[in-house]
């Protein structure tokens, strides 16, 4: 008997890095297996016919093993995907990258991927190497106009959702290979937004982050917008965007990064990950870039504040989950001053302050 083929890991995620099988993998500094240098440089002179591949550690943080290699003469940047599930969402995220430039936004351009493991035990895709740091970094240095670079955002956002795959969630790599088309894999928006949503608000109280009248709460309010969840069509989604996914300069903007997560799903999504970590002046110039490219969508401060209270829902489940709440001033989402227990006070008022705008339909800069 044949049996049947087993499920895509991302068919049955709503946010990759806290559902995936092996939960929190990548979130903590992990050193490259032994001998995945060896492979990897082995891997790209095969497929490039360059015998002179050099290999080096890049030093990133994320869900990927990242490295620098030199090779036809250049430096280029690679990703790694190691993780247990043999994902191959690289393929999609190297076709998401493609589109969105097609669109205008800059992003690196991918020389190769290979997702296939058919010679090495891993994904593998190499990009262009771009030599400018994360806004995340400029912001912490004191170099960086964020109102400004705010609105460019917002444009940036607005010019990707011209992007219209079918479907809704992570986009099916099947779909990819066999019909050259994105395409999500659940038929409706609803079904995938609900995706674990009473199992992340279980853990957040079994953890006793949030308290059993904090989950109650958060799932009525979210059951009484039950409507906003009916879309017809969903738009591209890069469902990480955060500074530290945006490479550029005091001058403007080089790249936006680190698609991995992209899906097809709702316009004020990305926009409500912004409000994830910046208050309402940012926002308002988001708002300002994006309406300059298109008019914002209907109901759009509800969508807005029933995103951001299921973004920080999620983000509270890996702060936890990974201890992220244990961190120093070292880590990338505390930065210098700042605490652990500073990151938890905040991201519990982010919650409360998401479910008091959805529910009261507040002005988006009140944040």
């Known amino acids: 008997m044949i049996s049947a083929p087993a499920a895509h890991p991302r068919r049955s995620i709503y946010y990759w890095k806290c559902d995936r099988a092996a939960a929190f993998h990548g979130t903590v500094a992990r050193q490259t297996h032994a001998g995945l240098e060896e492979q990897l440089a082995a891997e790209l002179r095969q497929h490039f016919g360059d015998d002179g591949v050099m290999v080096r550690p890049a030093g990133g943080q994320g869900n990927h093993l990242t490295f620098v290699a030199t090779l036809r003469g250049g430096d280029a940047f690679v990703r790694v995907d190691d993780g247990p599930e043999q994902d191959d969402y690289l393929e999609v995220e190297s076709r998401v990258l493609a589109e969105a430039s097609a669109l205008g936004v800059p992003t690196p351009r991918v020389h190769a991927v290979d997702a296939s493991r058919r010679r090495v035990p891993f994904a593998w895709q190499v990009m262009d190497l771009i030599e400018a740091p994360d806004l995340n970094v400029l912001g912490q240095r004191g170099g960086l106009d964020l109102e400004g670079v705010a609105e460019e955002i917002g444009a940036m956002v607005a010019r990707w959702q011209a992007l219209r795959p079918g479907g809704f969630g992570p986009f099916d790599p099947a779909v990819l290979r066999e019909e050259n088309r994105l395409a999500g894999f659940h038929r409706s928006y609803r ?161 409360a302050l998401a479910l008091r705008g959805l529910r009261e339909d507040q002005s988006i800069d009140m944040l």
Not at 271 to 282: E, P
Not at 340 to 350: D, I, K, M, S, Y
């Open 191 to 351: 079904e995938y937004f609900h995706l674990h949503l009473d199992r992340h608000l279980r853990f957040l109280k079994e953890r006793q982050f949030l308290s059993r009248g904090d989950t109650d709460e958060i799932a009525a309010v979210i059951a009484d917008h039950d409507a906003l969840l009916e879309l017809s069509d969903g738009c591209l989604v890069h469902k990480d965007l955060a500074l530290w996914n945006i490479l550029g300069t005091e001058s403007g903007i080089a790249a936006f990064i680190d698609w991995d997560d992209a899906i097809g799903g709702d316009p004020m999504d990305d926009l409500s990950l912004l409000g994830c970590f910046h208050d309402g002046a940012v926002l308002t110039r988001a708002l300002a870039g994006y309406r300059s490219v298109r008019a914002l969508p209907r109901d759009c401060q509800r969508r807005f504040w029933l995103h951001l209270l299921r973004n920080m829902v999620v983000k509270a489940v890996i702060r936890v989950g990974a201890g992220y709440f244990e961190r120093d001033e070292g880590f990338y989402l505390i930065g210098a001053g700042g605490s652990g227990q500073a990151l938890r006070e905040f991201t519990r008022a982010r919650i």
